[in-house]
């Protein structure tokens, strides 16, 4: 149990290593807290948007085509990502950001587009599951893809649904749950919180996607056994 302790402070507290400094953006914070969100009503999350787009003087759609253009225009330079995707040219906030970004862009327009760059980006960061936000947003993201129904009848939608939200609870919740469990994480403010602090966050967006998107919204079948985890 104290190897996991050690695991988290690791995973919580270590950069990965240096690369090309950027230029911090207002949209940052949010996007890191983005659980916080997620679980929103689509009318009251575009508000919010609206909101910040006009605060910031930089709305979250041009933050995120001109982070897309320049992991383009650094690619063309220096040649595609590491084939391992072990290294990359910005920190791998930028690409988690990025993601996110475009998720939260896909759920207020619903343009497909925004939820295959966030599927693109996330990709990329799939060698990094050992750290619990990478691997919520990866299996999150890939579960809307699933009702979406995009790619998927709705058998396989079902399926691929199903899969991703364990993987949810079994690679990000139940770590975690452990993880509160031996830190006794107290309140605090929201502004220095980690990741560590965001369950009581997925449960709602648990609930929210497996009751609210796929059962009653998309009446998918084959999914009782996400029972035990709501």
């Known amino acids: 149990m104290y190897r996991l302790l050690f695991f988290f402070i690791l995973a919580f507290a270590v950069p990965a290593f240096a690369q090309t400094e ?18 929103w009503d ?4 575009q508000a919010w948007v609206t909101a910040r787009d006009n605060e910031f003087g930089e709305s979250l759609s041009q933050f995120s085509d001109t982070w897309h253009q320049k992991i383009k225009d650094t690619a063309d330079r220096t040649g595609p990502s590491f084939s ?9 906030q930028v690409y988690k950001r990025l ?54 009848e709705i058998e396989k939608a079902s399926e691929q649904f199903t899969k991703n939200m364990f993987r949810i609870w079994l690679d990000v919740v139940l770590p975690l749950e452990e993880a509160n469990d031996i830190l006794n994480i107290p309140n605090i403010p929201v502004s220095i919180r980690d990741f560590s602090f965001s369950l009581p966050y997925l ?17 998918l ?10």
């Not at 391992?84 to 791998?92: A, I, K, L």
Request: proline share 4%; hydrophobic share 40%; with cysteine.
């Open 42 to 45: 689509n009318r009251e999350l």
């Open 22 to 39: 950027i230029s911090p953006s207002k949209w940052d914070i949010y996007l890191d807290h983005a659980y916080e969100l997620t679980y």
């Open 99 to 152: 993601a996110v970004a475009d998720f939260l862009l896909y759920l207020t327009s619903h343009e497909n587009r925004r939820l295959e760059q966030a599927i693109q980006i996330m990709d990329l960061l799939k060698n990094k599951f050992e750290k619990p936000e990478i691997a919520f947003w990866f299996y999150f993201i890939r579960a809307y893809e699933a009702i979406s129904f995009n790619n998927f």
């Open 221 to 230: 079948t084959n999914t009782g056994s996400l029972g035990i985890i709501i």
């Open 203 to 219: 449960y709602e967006n648990i609930a929210d996607i497996i009751l609210k998107k796929a059962i009653l919204k998309c009446e």
């Open 84 to 92: 391992d995707n072990s290294r990359f040219p910005y920190p791998e």
